[in-house]
């Protein structure tokens, strides 16, 4: 058996092949002096790594999006609710599948449903489907008819707790919740019990709303395969939902939840919505607790609601945004949202080199920028600032690749569903190469992309962007929010997007915004005929 690694002497020669990784040059004689240096090091990393660290301790050291001068876009808090037409049960019971948040609650609020009638029926159509859209880990169905239960007996006497009040939903599998396993989708953790349930999930059970699920992702965030397989695009079952949000977007466009809790580090949220048609809610960094959710990058990650209307994903915000004292990234700004507003005089910012450019979705994009003025929105030509985006994600690398460190070491990263070069495994792997000059310096440059889009986009209440494209990496380093919704379909028939941007913890007018579109189209009205 040879000398492990750390029992090695480091030599001149091992700092001159090292430093080719990180792009250096040093003498021989600049080498020997650095070896005493060296070893200190090393020797001071392996001591670090003997101290047991969670997944969920988290650096000392908070992201802050926030550049020099700014003021948040809402001076105070307020919710109010578009107008809703009369709602009434439908004939055929199947089509509550695909009705809003706000219908199923006015049917709940009114009687003519039971939360326990209609959990059951989403528990049931969940069941239906899942063998085919692989989108469950964990039906936490003993726990759901309690809920459903309190409920009505609630609503019966009087005590309404709003809109969420009797709504089932589902969380994507990286949200902790006691008494039920928690597995991040990956295979090291698919047993895992940890004893605790996330802020969102007690906020949204404090709204009254009635967890029937915890859903896919793709294994440890990362695209649509988990231990359990591929999740499917009820569109087309020979295509996967997409990442990583898998089961929640999946689940909601099936109609088998009328919404459910994503995450976004990279596009998690912008893609499955994407792929499935769905509506989804990025909001800015630092507005909603992470506490209780999977870590991948704790500069970056977001949680935020998938549904299939915007105003659904303004309810959903309303219920779980704000600090709770436990997530010291969380910063406290006020929500004002209305939804009987319209377009008319806002200053809407569009990527002009973006949309000019040849892209899948160019023509129901342009039409999205036709119908937004004929709306009366002022659009603005603006441009991103030029900056190495991609290689910005090196932050993300260096994070992730330090909050699974362990499976590296213990080589449990062989355990991974995928195991090709673009997978996690070896990221985690390369990660463990990245300096940590780089990884301050990248963030460096990542304050000067803060500053940058602020001064852009200054003077704007929100901006247009296509779906994907550099703004997609841009936007989440800077943190800032964004709305997804069907902006049309492509020439095989499935669901195409639109991407809103609003200014950092500017959620109001953005989700107003992207509210009066909708209400102007009817894609998100279509859904997936599930022959199967």
């Known amino acids: 058996m040879g000398t492990k690694a750390d029992e090695q002497s480091i030599t001149i020669g091992m700092i001159g092949q090292a430093s080719k990784i990180l792009g250096l040059s040093f003498s021989d004689a600049e080498s020997d002096s650095m070896i005493t240096e060296l070893e200190d090091l090393r020797k001071s990393t392996l001591s670090i790594r003997k101290v047991a660290l969670d997944n969920s301790v988290a650096p000392a050291l908070n992201f802050n999006p926030i550049p020099v001068g700014y003021q948040f876009p809402d001076q105070a808090s307020g919710f109010k609710l578009g107008p809703l037409n009369k709602i009434s049960l439908p004939a055929n019971r199947d089509e509550l599948a695909f009705y809003s948040v706000r219908e199923l609650a006015d049917l709940i609020k009114n009687r003519k449903i039971t939360s326990v009638e209609l959990t059951k029926f989403f528990i049931e159509r969940l069941k239906k489907y899942n063998s085919k859209l692989l989108n469950v880990v964990s039906f936490t169905e003993e726990r759901a008819m309690k809920q459903a239960a309190l409920a009505d007996a609630e609503i019966k006497a009087g005590k309404y707790r709003g809109v969420l009040h009797g709504i089932p939903f589902g969380v994507k599998d990286l949200l902790s919740t006691k008494d039920y396993k928690t597995t991040w989708g990956s295979v090291p953790y698919k047993d895992q019990v940890i004893a605790t349930d996330a802020t969102v999930v007690k906020r949204l059970e404090a709204a009254g709303a009635v967890m029937i699920a915890k859903l896919t992702l793709g294994e440890l965030a990362m695209g649509d395969v988990w231990f359990g397989g591929k999740t499917r695009n009820p569109w087309d079952l020979n295509r996967g939902s997409s990442g990583s949000s898998a089961g929640s977007a999946s689940a909601v466009s099936a109609g088998c939840l009328p919404f459910a809790i994503g995450s976004e580090t990279l596009g998690s949220i912008v893609s499955p919505s994407t792929e499935c048609g769905v509506s989804g809610l990025r909001p800015s960094f630092g507005r909603i607790s992470k ?242």
């Open 291 to 532: 506490q209780g959710a999977m870590a991948l990058s704790w500069s970056m990650d977001k949680l935020g609601p998938i549904a299939r209307t915007v105003e659904d994903c303004a309810l959903v915000f309303q219920a779980v945004y704000g600090s709770d004292g436990q997530d010291l990234s969380v910063i406290n700004a006020p929500f004002n949202y209305d939804g009987s507003k319209t377009l008319k005089g806002l200053r809407v910012g569009y990527l002009e080199k973006d949309f000019q450019r040849k892209y899948a979705n160019r023509v129901n994009d342009s039409l999205t920028l036709a119908k937004l003025k004929e709306l009366g929105a002022e659009l603005v030509p603006i441009q991103l600032p030029q900056m190495p985006y991609n290689d910005l994600v090196i932050i993300l690398s260096a994070e992730c690749g330090a909050a699974f460190q362990d499976l590296v070491i213990s080589g449990k990263d062989d355990l991974m569903v995928m195991q090709n070069k673009n997978a996690w495994p070896n990221t985690f792997r390369g990660a463990q190469f990245i300096s940590a000059a780089t990884y301050i310096n990248a963030n460096r440059v990542r304050t000067l992309l803060i500053q940058q889009i602020h001064e852009q986009i200054k003077g704007l209440d929100l901006y247009i962007s296509p779906s994907f494209g550099a703004n997609l990496t841009a936007s989440n380093l800077s943190g800032h929010p964004s709305v997804v919704l069907p902006n049309g379909f492509n020439s095989r028939g499935l669901p195409a997007s639109i991407t809103f941007m609003g200014q950092l913890f500017g959620e109001g007018k953005l989700l107003q915004a992207a509210q009066a579109y909708q209400q102007s189209t009817d894609f998100h009205k279509k859904h997936p005929q599930l022959n199967f």
